[in-house]
Structures are given as structure tokens and as C-alpha cells.
């Protein structure tokens, strides 16, 4: 199936080469093959009836985030600025944006909201009156970058945080693994994920330093964020070598949470990397995620629009799991105050919990982690979220793919 628009482009294309005889035909045919990779890196569809495919929308609306209820005692930070960091091999990129760093970027975007329909649900305004604006958290998109091009910015972002905000840093990237085990294990020997070198400086002399250097110079290690945890930071790590990010310490006494994404998948979910990581798609569209590791391609709109609506009560048990623990670390409770990280984190414990009863998945790295560590029984093993996964497998005619207890005690 052609992605949507690529025809057309892929006309307009030709048309303007061969009416201006340029000679960048083929700087536009790479463009046009980035875009249809990126348009087709989706692992399912939504189908109309007659078989065209529904662009669906992943950014935050209305209603997407479960609301706070009364009594629920969160905290009040607001996330006001996003690093996202792109920086995998081989994954389907748009010029300098990979499909990990869009779909991120989406997940941290309001969904635009007509003026007309706004005002229409609020009543009349006074003729003054400006309908209330919900800010999008800013953000900085860096590829590729190197350690000094990254550490910069974060400085940057860090210096003009507000009061009573958060930074979230997003990184993809490729995992980097120490050499070997020290005797001291501290927060530069467990490894980190990979910065991007600087090719001019690499010469003979650079070359030889590195040889005798104790830790990788390439390299974001755990401890290299420590001074940012002087103010509230959550921390996504989407790599080979997450794990490395367990090894903190809150220093500062300041709200901080890292999620983390499984190390090792199995090998048919590894064979689609190249089309963005699993975790992420789960951060950004659980039921696409959910979809993809049950190997569909293909839902019916009126069925996926059923599937969101029960996954919308989902996320609102999930959220009173998380509230009404008692012994979750208060981390999670600072953050959970903005709609952008309450829906992360539900989306994260989901994302958990299916891939734990799903059969592919039989390794304890294969399942995400944190930092501090969510309590099990209360989120991401609770009987109530297991029984709901399997309702939303069996909607979807998928239920043989998991474990089931109630069936397996016969």
C-alpha cells in the first residue's frame, strides 16, 4: 500500500525537474524516499471501510490524560522545556529528525484547537477576553550531536528553567558498555549512550588519548547529568544500554525519574528497529505499539476507535494506581501534576504490564525499568491491569499471544 501523498509529491517532483531542467533530481528523489520511509515506518494502519487508510493523530487532546481527581495529592511542576536527543544507526530519518525523535516531539505537543469550536464550548468571551492558551513545553531537537553540543544546550535549557518547572531529556541513542569492571563502581562505570564524535579533532593524537583513556569520551554517562539534578528532571533513555541510568543518585533531594527501556527485545520486534523502537512507540501511541507487537498491520477504524476508548479507561485506573499507592516513591506523585508526564508515565506502566504477559517476551531485559523503581504489585503486575490487557487482546482477536492465568490453572 502507497503511503498517502507520496504520488502526488513524487508528481510535483517530476514536474519540476523537467520543467526547469535542474540537476538536483536526485538530492529531491532521496527526499522523496526519506519521506515515503517515514510516512510508511508506522508498523499498522487505521482502515475506513472502503479500505483508505485514517490519518490518526498523536498529540495531546482533550481528554487524552486521565484528569486529576479530587484528592489525588500530586505535585504542582509544570514541564516547561524537552531536549530530545536523536542518535541510533540505521533508523528511517527525515533530514536531521529520526522517527524516534518525531514521534517524541508529537508526544510532547498539544493537539491545535479551533478557535470557533473552543469558544463555542466555553460560552461567550468578552470582547477583551482571549481564550485561555495551553503552552506546548519548548524544545530543543538536537541529532547527532556531540557531548559538547549537548551539555551546552542542556546548560542553556537548565539556566532559564522556571520556578516550579521540569526538564525532560529524551535520549535515543545508540548504547555504549564500559571496558571492563572496576573495583569502585561509580556513576561513570556502567557505560551510557553514545554522542556523536567530532570529526575534525580526530587525528593522530586524539586517537592515542583515547587508547589510554579509563572511560569513553563519546559518551553521556549517568554522571555527567548529575548537576543538572539540582532542579526537576525526568529522564527518558531509549537504548542498548538503559540500564547504565538505574545507577543514580538523587544528590539534590530534587524530583527525579528516569524510565528506561528494555535492553534486549525479541528477535522479530529487533528486526524493525530501523523503524523506530518499540518503547517509544508505546510512549507515543499504545495501542499502535500494542498492535505492532501482536504483529497486526491493519485495524478496522470503527474497532481501533473502541480499542481507544477502553484504553482511555485504562489509563484513568492506572493513574489511581499510582496515586493511591502507598509505597510508590513521591518522584512519580511531583511529576504527575502535568498532563505531558502523567500520560508518559501511565503509557510507560502500560507498556510495562504488556509486555510482561506478552509470550514473546521471557527475559527480565526485556521489560522496561526505573529509576526509582515502581512498586510491582501496585502498577506494573497488578492483577486489575493484567485482566484489562488480556480484554484489549481479545477485542482485537489477539489473546493467544498472552499469558493468561485464569486459562493456564487448568
Known sequence: MEAPGIPELSEEI???????????????????QEVAAFIEADPAVVLNDNNSVVVTSNRLQEGSAPPLEQGMVVGQLVLAD?????????????????????????????????????TSKQGTLEPNEKPAKRENPHKYLLYKPTFSQLFTFMSASFKELPANSALLVYLSATGVFPAGHSDYEGPYDFGGVLTNT??????????????QAQKEMHCLHPGDLFPFTRKPLFVIVDSSNSTAYKNFTNLFGQPLVCLLSPTVYPKSVQDQSQRGSLFTLFLYSPLLAFSSVCGLNSVRRGLWERAQEFLRKVYRDIGQMI????????????????????????????????????????????????????????????????????ELAAMLDVQSLFWDDSLESY
Open 14 to 32: 517530476e514536474d519540476y525537474t523537467q520543467r526547469f531542467n535542474t540537476e538536483d533530481q536526485l538530492e529531491w528523489n532521496l527526499v522523496l
Open 323 to 390: 496515586t493511591r499507592s502507598r509505597t510508590i516513591d513521591q518522584a512519580f506523585l511531583q511529576f504527575f501534576g502535568d498532563e505531558f508526564l502523567r500520560l508518559l508515565l501511565i503509557r510507560f506502566v502500560f507498556c510495562s504490564a504488556a509486555l510482561r504477559l506478552h509470550k514473546l517476551f521471557r527475559e527480565a531485559r526485556s521489560f522496561p525499568e526505573s529509576y526509582p523503581e515502581l512498586p510491582k504489585q501496585d502498577t506494573v503486575e497488578s492483577s486489575i491491569l493484567q485482566k484489562q490487557i488480556l
Open 198 to 211: 567530532n570529526r575534525d579533532v580526530v587525528n593522530g593524537e586524539t586517537v592515542q588519548k583515547r587508547n
Open 82 to 118: 524537552a531536549l530530545i536527543i536523536g542518535n541510533c544507526n540505521n533508523q528511517v530519518k527525515f533530514s536531521e529528525l529520526t522517527i524516534d525523535m518525531f514521534r517524541m516531539l508529537q508526544a510532547l505537543e498539544r493537539e491545535p484547537v479551533n478557535l470557533a469550536t473552543q
